[in-house]
Structures are given as C-alpha cells and as structure tokens.
C-alpha cells in the first residue's frame, strides 16, 4: 500500500515541519520536493535553548493496518539517525517510534510495526508497542543530542 510517492507535481499539503522552536529552540528543518521528484528533509539541529529536533510529519485519514506488518522506507540519506514515528490518532500526545540509520546510498528500509514503542518528549512509556490496528500520521524526526546538519532524501513510503 502505497502511503506517499513523492513526485515533481507531488504536493505537501498534508505534510508539515514541526521543530523543537515550538518549545524554544532554534533547530530549522525543510521539506520540499527536488526536480527530480524526491522528497528532501533538509536543515540544522541545534541544541542551543534546549533545542534539539527537526521532524516531517504527514497527517491523512485513518488507514486500517491490521493486515499489515511494516513500513518500507526508499530513502538516500547522510548516514546519521533517524526516527520513524506512528500516530494511530493525530489527537494521542504519544508516539509509536523506531530508529533507523542511513547510509549515504538510496536503500530500502523495512521497519516491523510491531516493533515500534510508545514514547512522548524522548521518554519510553510504560505501555504495549504500536497494537498494529490503524493509524493517521506518519514522521521522520532527527533528534541525536548533537548540533548537526542533515539531509535525507524520501523516493516513497509504502506500507506492508
């Protein structure tokens, strides 16, 4: 199942750029798509002020994932870490999280839903992994307590 395909005449009208500036830091992320038509996720992380993070976030009507089981991510990126993070409804204060490191080279990654884990503000919640039933929005947030550029380029996301 096909979540977003980024194109050249693709639109981001349902993706935003949340950064840490929303609680006082200085961190300043981008989206857009190149004219080669992928997704670029590009900016500085800054710790300064209690900063920190950068994050991509898409919000698109409930999507039933019971008979799906992962995510698969076609993405170039810098070699650094990155996040992905689940939703199962846009109002829940908590996400479901997983880690996943780039290599500099377009790769496929495949990320278990089973496997994400709840957590709000960067602190793991005492409470079951993602329960594999729906969810309404999808992020990719850099966030590894360093002052640091990144750029990850996004082909595609697809469920499986």
Do not use: C
């Amino acid at each position: 199942m096909m979540l977003f395909d980024f194109k050249q005449d693709q639109a981001l009208t349902n993706w935003r750029v949340v950064d840490d500036v929303v609680m006082g830091g200085r961190s300043d992320g981008k989206l857009y798509i190149s004219k080669e038509g992928h997704g670029i996720f590009t900016g500085e992380v800054s710790l300064e002020n209690n900063g920190g993070f950068s994050s991509a976030r898409y919000r698109f009507e409930t999507i039933n994932t019971q008979e799906l089981s992962k995510v698969a991510l076609r993405v170039k990126g810098d070699g650094k870490s990155y996040q992905f993070r689940v939703k199962r409804s846009r109002s829940d204060y908590y996400s479901y999280i997983g880690y996943f490191k780039t290599s500099g080279s377009w790769e496929t990654i495949e990320i278990p839903l089973a496997t994400l884990y709840p957590a709000f503000r960067g602190r793991k919640l005492n409470m079951s992994n993602f329960p594999g039933d729906y969810i309404e929005e999808i992020a990719i947030l850099i966030g590894n307590k360093k002052n640091e550029n990144f750029r990850l380029e996004i082909d595609r996301i697809t469920l499986k």
